[in-house]
T-cell receptor, first 114, second 114 residues
Framework: DQQVKQNSPSLSVQEGRISILNCDYT??????FLWYKKYPAEGPTFLIS?????DKNEDGRFTVFLNKSAKHLSLHIVPSQPGDSAVYFC?????????????FGTGTRLLVSP | DAGVIQSPRHEVTEMGQEVTLRCKPI?????LFWYRQTMMRGLELLIY????????DSGMPEDRFSAKMPNASFSTLKIQPSEPRDSAVYFC????????????FGQGTRLTVV
């Protein structure tokens, strides 16, 4: 049972354009969401996060949007750069007592071409 | 702190052999997670610990898989006997659920069972 879903396995974008990566979750007990970036032969590294009490968090070129009613979040990268090419994982974290777990999606491979 | 440390980085073993993967979490973190990266499931949660106690091992694929955390600074994931379909990259991550809101990953162990 995949509790966190990334339905697009890959995305190709031109340099300078916006990249939008999407993620859906099924369990309303998740109250914190994170995006990770992964290069080959390395562990995932934290990119940006958002609490369930917010609907937007911005950090430089990266913005995460959360739609709780739809159980959907997205990561916007603008402008996209070739160095952003990597696999992006969405993760959902339950911080409430009795439901504390960190679950990841299947990942989206982003390719930014010059 | 040197971050989450996993060993070995690469492991090649023959089918039927026992394999032990090791993880040293970040000092002070109270949660430790083991994941397996596959194309189909992305970062698949296998098991996680809170204060050295296993909380949820429902993601462990078979009885051939076991995990322990004898103390706050060390955890192992064991596969006995190993099979070719166990070949994957295994990651360990740790987090301080109360203070920190991102999980830190190790570099992973690439396991190849021939």
């Amino acid at each position: 049972d995949q509790q966190v879903k990334q339905n697009s396995p890959s995305l190709s974008v031109q340099e300078g354009r916006i990249s939008i990566l999407n993620c859906d979750y099924t369990n309303s007990m998740f109250d914190y969401f994170l995006w990770y970036k992964k290069y080959p032969a390395e562990g995932p590294t934290f990119l940006i996060s958002i609490s369930s009490i917010k609907d937007k968090n911005e950090d430089g070129r990266f913005t995460v949007f959360l739609n709780k009613s739809a159980k959907h979040l997205s990561l916007h990268i603008v402008p996209s750069q070739p160095g952003d090419s990597a696999v992006y994982f969405c993760a959902a974290l339950g911080k409430n007592t009795g439901f504390q777990k960190l679950v990841f999606g299947t990942g989206t491979r982003l390719l930014v071409s010059p | 702190d040197a971050g989450v440390i996993q060993s070995p980085r690469h492991e090649v073993t023959e089918m039927g052999q026992e394999v032990t993967l090791r993880c040293k979490p970040i000092s002070g973190h109270d949660y430790l997670f083991w994941y397996r990266q596959t194309m189909m499931r992305g970062l698949e949660l296998l098991i996680y610990f809170n204060n050295n106690v296993p909380i949820d091992d429902s993601g462990m694929p078979e009885d051939r898989f076991s995990a322990k955390m004898p103390n706050a600074s060390f955890s192992t994931l064991k596969i006995q006997p190993s099979e070719p379909r166990d070949s994957a990259v295994y990651f360990c991550a740790s987090i301080s659920m109360g203070l920190v809101t991102e999980a830190f990953f190790g570099q992973g162990t690439r396991l190849t069972v021939v």
